[in-house]
Protein backbone atom coordinates (compact mmCIF):
# COMPACT_ATOMS: atom_id res chain seq x y z
CA UNK A 1 0.00 0.00 0.00
CA UNK A 2 1.53 3.53 -0.89
CA UNK A 3 0.70 6.75 0.63
CA UNK A 4 -0.37 8.99 -1.46
CA UNK A 5 2.67 11.69 -2.04
CA UNK A 6 5.59 9.72 -0.42
CA UNK A 7 8.25 8.35 -2.55
CA UNK A 8 9.35 4.94 -2.32
CA UNK A 9 9.01 1.17 -3.01
CA UNK A 10 5.09 -0.23 -3.04
CA UNK A 11 5.34 -2.56 0.42
CA UNK A 12 3.14 -5.72 0.31
CA UNK A 13 2.57 -8.19 3.03
CA UNK A 14 5.49 -10.63 2.55
CA UNK A 15 3.11 -13.65 3.73
CA UNK A 16 0.94 -13.24 0.71
CA UNK A 17 4.03 -12.35 -1.55
CA UNK A 18 6.36 -15.25 -0.30
CA UNK A 19 5.11 -18.16 -2.17
CA UNK A 20 5.98 -16.17 -5.52
CA UNK A 21 9.46 -15.34 -4.45
CA UNK A 22 10.42 -18.15 -3.83
CA UNK A 23 8.75 -19.89 -7.12
CA UNK A 24 10.49 -17.22 -9.08
CA UNK A 25 14.21 -17.27 -7.38
CA UNK A 26 14.10 -20.73 -7.96
CA UNK A 27 12.80 -20.36 -11.39
CA UNK A 28 15.75 -17.70 -11.81
CA UNK A 29 18.36 -19.98 -10.09
CA UNK A 30 17.71 -22.38 -12.57
CA UNK A 31 18.40 -20.45 -15.56
CA UNK A 32 21.64 -19.53 -13.94
CA UNK A 33 21.37 -16.01 -13.15
CA UNK A 34 23.94 -14.86 -10.26
CA UNK A 35 22.23 -13.50 -7.00
CA UNK A 36 22.73 -10.04 -7.95
CA UNK A 37 20.18 -10.90 -11.40
CA UNK A 38 17.67 -12.51 -8.90
CA UNK A 39 17.24 -9.90 -6.17
CA UNK A 40 16.96 -7.16 -8.93
CA UNK A 41 14.45 -9.09 -10.92
CA UNK A 42 12.51 -10.14 -7.27
CA UNK A 43 12.69 -6.39 -6.93
CA UNK A 44 14.31 -7.02 -3.23
CA UNK A 45 17.01 -4.98 -1.69
CA UNK A 46 20.38 -7.27 -1.99
CA UNK A 47 20.96 -7.15 1.83
CA UNK A 48 17.64 -8.54 2.18
CA UNK A 49 18.16 -11.14 0.05
CA UNK A 50 21.06 -12.59 1.72
CA UNK A 51 19.34 -12.04 4.74
CA UNK A 52 16.53 -14.85 2.79
CA UNK A 53 19.19 -16.85 1.49
CA UNK A 54 20.75 -16.85 5.20
CA UNK A 55 18.33 -17.36 7.79
CA UNK A 56 15.45 -19.16 5.40
CA UNK A 57 15.67 -22.91 4.76
CA UNK A 58 12.78 -22.78 2.13
CA UNK A 59 14.55 -20.01 -0.16
CA UNK A 60 17.96 -21.21 0.06
CA UNK A 61 16.88 -24.28 -0.98
CA UNK A 62 14.63 -23.00 -3.43
CA UNK A 63 17.95 -21.46 -5.06
CA UNK A 64 20.09 -24.69 -4.80
CA UNK A 65 18.05 -26.46 -6.26
CA UNK A 66 17.29 -24.70 -9.30
CA UNK A 67 21.08 -24.02 -9.92
CA UNK A 68 21.88 -27.55 -9.35
CA UNK A 69 19.01 -28.36 -12.02
CA UNK A 70 19.72 -26.00 -14.40
CA UNK A 71 23.62 -27.28 -14.49
CA UNK A 72 22.00 -30.77 -14.92
CA UNK A 73 19.70 -29.63 -17.74
CA UNK A 74 22.47 -27.83 -19.44
CA UNK A 75 25.09 -30.58 -18.99
CA UNK A 76 22.37 -32.85 -20.21
CA UNK A 77 21.86 -31.08 -23.48
CA UNK A 78 25.87 -30.94 -23.87
CA UNK A 79 26.20 -34.59 -23.54
CA UNK A 80 23.69 -34.74 -26.26
CA UNK A 81 25.60 -32.68 -28.71
CA UNK A 82 28.74 -33.21 -30.08
CA UNK A 83 30.70 -30.32 -28.67
CA UNK A 84 33.03 -31.56 -26.09
CA UNK A 85 34.86 -28.51 -25.65
CA UNK A 86 31.39 -26.44 -25.02
CA UNK A 87 30.84 -29.19 -22.27
CA UNK A 88 33.72 -28.64 -20.65
CA UNK A 89 33.49 -24.87 -20.41
CA UNK A 90 30.52 -25.47 -19.46
CA UNK A 91 31.39 -28.02 -16.32
CA UNK A 92 34.26 -25.99 -15.06
CA UNK A 93 32.17 -22.70 -15.11
CA UNK A 94 28.82 -23.99 -13.36
CA UNK A 95 29.66 -27.98 -11.88
CA UNK A 96 33.26 -27.60 -9.95
CA UNK A 97 34.22 -30.16 -12.71
CA UNK A 98 38.18 -30.55 -13.95
CA UNK A 99 39.79 -32.46 -16.28
CA UNK A 100 41.34 -35.61 -14.97
CA UNK A 101 44.45 -34.79 -15.92
CA UNK A 102 44.64 -31.53 -13.81
CA UNK A 103 43.35 -33.70 -10.85
CA UNK A 104 46.03 -36.44 -11.17
CA UNK A 105 48.77 -33.36 -11.82
CA UNK A 106 47.20 -32.13 -8.38
CA UNK A 107 47.07 -35.03 -6.48
CA UNK A 108 51.05 -35.93 -7.97
CA UNK A 109 52.22 -32.23 -6.49
CA UNK A 110 50.13 -33.08 -2.97
CA UNK A 111 52.30 -36.21 -3.17
CA UNK A 112 55.39 -34.78 -4.03
CA UNK A 113 55.38 -31.80 -1.12
CA UNK A 114 54.18 -35.54 1.53
CA UNK A 115 57.37 -36.86 0.19
CA UNK A 116 59.71 -34.31 0.50
CA UNK A 117 57.88 -33.00 3.84
CA UNK A 118 58.59 -36.48 4.99
CA UNK A 119 62.37 -37.08 4.02
CA UNK A 120 63.12 -33.58 5.92
CA UNK A 121 61.85 -34.31 8.83
CA UNK A 122 63.38 -37.87 9.53
CA UNK A 123 67.18 -36.75 7.58
CA UNK A 124 69.23 -33.94 8.28
CA UNK A 125 69.32 -31.31 6.05
CA UNK A 126 72.45 -31.88 4.09
CA UNK A 127 71.65 -36.13 3.63
CA UNK A 128 67.71 -34.97 2.75
CA UNK A 129 68.60 -32.98 0.28
CA UNK A 130 70.90 -35.37 -1.27
CA UNK A 131 68.48 -37.96 -1.74
CA UNK A 132 66.01 -35.42 -2.89
CA UNK A 133 68.51 -33.54 -5.23
CA UNK A 134 69.30 -37.62 -7.09
CA UNK A 135 65.13 -38.07 -7.10
CA UNK A 136 64.44 -34.46 -8.78
CA UNK A 137 67.94 -33.98 -10.15
CA UNK A 138 67.99 -30.64 -8.94
CA UNK A 139 68.34 -28.27 -5.29
CA UNK A 140 64.65 -29.85 -3.74
CA UNK A 141 64.47 -28.59 -0.40
CA UNK A 142 65.32 -25.16 -1.72
CA UNK A 143 63.52 -25.57 -5.01
CA UNK A 144 66.90 -25.04 -7.08
CA UNK A 145 67.85 -21.92 -5.70
Known amino acids: MTIPGKAGRKRTDQKDDWPRKVKE???????????KHIFGALDIPQAQYYKYLNENAEF??????????????????LVEQSDTMARQF????????MEREKR?????????LELKALI???????????ILTKLY???ALTDGK
Not at 28 to 34: E, P, Q
Not at 90 to 97: A, Q, T
Request: no cysteine.
Open 25 to 35: AHRLAKLGLLD
Open 90 to 97: YLKVHGDW
Open 60 to 77: KEAISKGRSLGVAKVAQE
Open 104 to 112: ETLELKRQD
Open 137 to 139: GKK
Open 120 to 130: ASKLSPEDAEE
